[in-house]
């Protein structure tokens, strides 16, 4: 039904309880015999009513409320609307007849309206409750929380369409003082321990965490045991992730593999991260990678004075070009279609634009595809960053940050060790620059492109099997927003030569992380979807780690971010490896590859 529909029935509606209660209250007054001389006043005192009571019943917007939702601020406004309408209209009428009504006819008048427009409103509210509580098809739903976006997900359950279907059994909460209590009438049933009895005593068949100001690591707790319930699991999101931090229902999503990290949301010195970022210009290498976009997207919320997207594929380019431009239209931006291996382009970028930050995000990632590729690995992950390096030093750049990776750590893949060397050709480079160069190193981030989760994902929509390599490897996870973040972050605080090292929490099994994503489809692993063990790949290895055993980190301001104490490195040395470097290239792989051990102590090829 539209607005205007709607507020002429309900206008109409109330002139008639108006009529109504006047013409009951003179009944009542004279036993059911209205003298003739009152009865004129009556019909005074009624349309003087009709048109004040109506003009304050808009006035308090009583006919642009949601009564399928009201709660107590709605009734006190509907009283004072009805009240205030009522003196006047009795003083009004008082005022043209020369004489008042008797204060009895006024007093029941009001209460009569009191019930009539307020109860009629109300069972409005009762049968939208109740629309859906006699289905026998109805799934039985619990919500986690009985606060107040418990309460606001309870009111939603019974009276929203989007919820047609479903049935509200009751509350789960930890607070003991609200055990037994009634939240929206609904009772509260236990706490997280009662979960599963919960859900498997009444058939759950959805469940809802509402938990939003709830510590991430309390909620990653809460999941792990609604998800070994079989139910569906809902979530509303923490407030920090919350645009305005209002909640509302159409935040609520489905349970992710973020959410099981558990880690809280990362805090930021904004103040240190615009003081080198903001009204500069910001070159971004890899822009249309995953975690070049998501450089690009908070970069921009710093206002910088141009911000540069360099890429070498032109379809990811125009892609995030195109979000920045519609999500931040007054950020000055520069697309560069380039390859960091062609060395004169470089030099042209640099030279054209001038870039005062650049972050260096471009790199080869895939460990398998570079095993068998070592010299593409080398010419882009070392050589391509040396030429972007190079520039950065000729043309005054004032902070050049590389992201890294933990694979650089004892590397046992080409990818790995490439990155490890380029770690080390930036670490010598600020020997002799007035560029700051760091580089940053954290594992896997989820959802990347290439990355275990979204090849997970294909093959449960697929009906399976997952593949998982090895029923023993662990990795480091963090989400792509979570660690550029923090590379952000540790950029502001570069001294030059360090290596930055991100806090990536505890690893995780993948394994583990294959039977989550199962069980968050709806899926029992190795009943409705096989899990199946296909060994570990060229390059990889179970474990990756974050420090060589040279290394040693110290804290920095913040709690996340640690830094590796820079190791001296011989830059003759270096170029002279990188001479032999370029004279192999293209040679076979086992040339490569002890050019690479050579310059890289700790690299230990994995047969």
């Given at each position: 039904?539209?607005?205007?529909?709607?507020?002429?029935?309900?206008?109409?509606?109330?002139?008639?309880?108006?009529?109504?209660?006047?013409?009951?209250?003179?009944?009542?007054?004279?036993?059911?015999?209205?003298?003739?001389?009152?009865?004129?006043?009556?019909?005074?005192?009624?349309?003087?009513?009709t048109?004040?009571?109506?003009?304050?019943l808009?006035?308090?917007?009583?006919?642009?409320?949601?009564?399928?939702?009201?709660?107590?601020?709605?009734?006190?406004?509907?009283?004072?609307?009805?009240l205030?309408?009522?003196?006047?209209?009795?003083?009004?009428?008082?005022?043209?007849?020369?004489?008042?009504?008797?204060?009895?006819?006024?007093?029941?008048?009001?209460?009569?309206?009191?019930?009539?427009?307020?109860?009629?409103?109300?069972?409005?509210?009762?049968?939208?409750?109740?629309?859906?509580?006699?289905?026998?098809?109805?799934?039985?739903?619990?919500?986690?929380g009985a606060?107040?976006?418990?309460?606001?997900?309870?009111?939603?359950?019974?009276?929203?369409?989007?919820?047609?279907?479903?049935?509200?059994?009751?509350?789960?909460?930890?607070?003991p003082?609200?055990?037994n209590?009634?939240?929206?009438?609904?009772?509260?049933?236990?706490?997280?321990?009662?979960?599963?009895?919960i859900?498997?005593?009444?058939?759950?068949?959805?469940?809802?965490?509402?938990?939003?100001?709830?510590?991430?690591?309390?909620?990653?707790?809460?999941?792990?045991?609604?998800?070994?319930?079989?139910?569906?699991?809902?979530?509303?999101?923490?407030?920090?992730?919350?645009?305005?931090?209002?909640?509302?229902v159409?935040?609520?999503?489905?349970?992710?593999?973020?959410?099981?990290?558990g880690?809280?949301?990362?805090?930021?010195?904004?103040?240190?991260?615009?003081?080198?970022?903001?009204h500069?210009?910001?070159?971004?290498?890899?822009?249309g990678?995953?975690?070049?976009?998501?450089?690009?997207?908070?970069i921009?919320?710093?206002?910088?004075?141009k911000?540069?997207?360099?890429?070498?594929?032109?379809?990811?380019?125009?892609?995030?070009?195109?979000?920045?431009?519609?999500?931040?239209?007054?950020?000055?931006?520069?697309?560069?279609?380039?390859?960091?291996?062609?060395?004169?382009?470089?030099k042209?970028?640099?030279?054209?634009?001038?870039?005062?930050?650049?972050?260096?995000?471009?790199?080869h990632?895939?460990?398998?595809?570079?095993?068998?590729?070592?010299?593409?690995?080398?010419?882009?992950?070392?050589?391509?960053?040396?030429?972007?390096?190079?520039?950065?030093?000729?043309?005054?750049?004032?902070?050049?940050?590389m992201?890294?990776?933990?694979?650089a750590?004892?590397?046992?893949?080409?990818m790995?060790?490439?990155?490890?060397i380029a770690?080390?050709y930036?670490?010598s480079?600020?020997?002799?620059?007035?560029?700051?160069?760091?580089?940053?190193?954290?594992?896997?981030?989820?959802?990347?492109?290439?990355?275990?989760?979204p090849?997970?994902?294909?093959?449960?929509?697929?009906?399976?099997?997952v593949?998982?390599?090895?029923?023993?490897?662990?990795?480091?996870?963090?989400?792509?927003?979570?660690?550029v973040?923090?590379?952000?972050?540790?950029?502001?605080?570069?001294?030059?030569g360090?290596?930055?090292?991100?806090?990536?929490?505890?690893?995780?099994?993948?394994?583990?992380?294959?039977?989550?994503?199962?069980?968050?489809?709806?899926?029992e692993?190795?009943?409705?979807?096989?899990?199946?063990?296909?060994?570990?790949?060229?390059?990889?290895?179970?474990?990756?780690?974050?420090?060589?055993?040279v290394?040693?980190?110290t804290?920095t301001?913040?709690?996340?971010?640690?830094?590796g104490?820079?190791?001296?490195?011989?830059?003759?040395?270096?170029?002279?490896?990188?001479?032999?470097?370029?004279?192999?290239?293209?040679?076979?792989?086992?040339?490569?590859?002890?050019?690479?051990?050579?310059?890289?102590?700790?690299?230990s090829?994995?047969?």
């Amino acid at each position: 039904m539209s607005y205007k529909k709607r507020m002429l029935i309900l206008l109409a509606l109330d002139i008639a309880i108006i009529w109504v209660a006047i013409a009951v209250s003179y009944m009542f007054r004279f036993n059911g015999d209205i003298p003739p001389a009152y009865e004129w006043k009556m019909y005074i005192f009624a349309l003087v009513s009709t048109v004040i009571s109506g003009f304050c019943l808009f006035f308090y917007r009583m006919y642009k409320r949601s009564w399928q939702h009201a709660s107590i601020g709605e009734i006190v406004e509907l009283c004072k609307a009805i009240l205030i309408g009522t003196v006047l209209s009795y003083l009004a009428t008082w005022l043209l007849c020369g004489e008042r009504v008797p204060l009895s006819i006024a007093t029941r008048t009001l209460e009569i309206m009191l019930l009539l427009m307020g109860g009629s409103r109300f069972a409005w509210r009762l049968i939208r409750v109740n629309r859906y509580k006699k289905s026998e098809n109805a799934t039985n739903m619990l919500v986690v929380g009985a606060g107040d976006c418990g309460a606001l997900i309870a009111k939603e359950i019974m009276t929203s369409e989007r919820f047609k279907g479903s049935r509200l059994i009751g509350f789960i909460d930890d607070d003991p003082y609200k055990l037994n209590m009634r939240v929206a009438g609904h009772p509260v049933m236990g706490d997280r321990s009662c979960i599963a009895s919960i859900v498997k005593k009444y058939n759950i068949h959805d469940i809802v965490i509402a938990m939003p100001s709830a510590r991430r690591s309390e909620v990653k707790d809460v999941i792990h045991v609604c998800k070994l319930t079989g139910a569906k699991v809902k979530i509303i999101p923490a407030i920090n992730d919350l645009i305005t931090g209002e909640l509302a229902v159409e935040k609520l999503r489905s349970v992710e593999v973020e959410d099981l990290l558990g880690r809280d949301p990362v805090r930021i010195d904004m103040q240190g991260v615009l003081n080198y970022v903001s009204h500069k210009v910001v070159l971004v290498t890899g822009a249309g990678g995953s975690i070049g976009s998501e450089l690009c997207r908070q970069i921009a919320s710093f206002q910088p004075e141009k911000l540069l997207l360099l890429g070498h594929g032109e379809n990811s380019i125009y892609t995030i070009e195109m979000e920045l431009r519609e999500r931040f239209p007054e950020v000055c931006l520069e697309t560069v279609i380039a390859d960091i291996q062609d060395r004169e382009r470089m030099k042209d970028v640099f030279q054209r634009f001038r870039p005062q930050v650049v972050f260096h995000a471009a790199a080869h990632k895939h460990v398998p595809l570079m095993e068998r590729n070592p010299s593409e690995a080398v010419k882009n992950n070392v050589f391509g960053t040396r030429n972007v390096a190079d520039c950065a030093d000729q043309y005054g750049t004032e902070r050049f940050v590389m992201i890294s990776s933990d694979k650089a750590v004892n590397p046992t893949s080409v990818m790995g060790a490439t990155k490890r060397i380029a770690e080390m050709y930036i670490q010598s480079m600020n020997e002799s620059s007035t560029t700051q160069f760091v580089a940053v190193r954290f594992g896997n981030v989820l959802g990347s492109r290439g990355s275990v989760i979204p090849r997970f994902r294909q093959q449960i929509a697929a009906g399976g099997p997952v593949t998982v390599t090895h029923p023993d490897m662990v990795r480091y996870f963090m989400t792509i927003p979570e660690a550029v973040q923090l590379v952000i972050q540790a950029g502001s605080f570069a001294q030059g030569g360090e290596i930055f090292i991100l806090d990536m929490g505890n690893p995780v099994r993948i394994k583990d992380l294959a039977q989550d994503l199962i069980r968050l489809s709806g899926y029992e692993p190795d009943v409705d979807i096989e899990i199946q063990y296909t060994g570990m790949r060229e390059g990889e290895k179970l474990f990756e780690e974050l420090l060589t055993e040279v290394e040693a980190t110290t804290a920095t301001q913040h709690e996340r971010i640690y830094v590796g104490q820079p190791i001296e490195i011989s830059r003759s040395d270096l170029d002279m490896q990188f001479r032999r470097l370029e004279k192999v290239l293209g040679e076979d792989q086992a040339s490569v590859r002890g050019v690479i051990e050579r310059i890289v102590p700790f690299y230990s090829q994995v047969s």
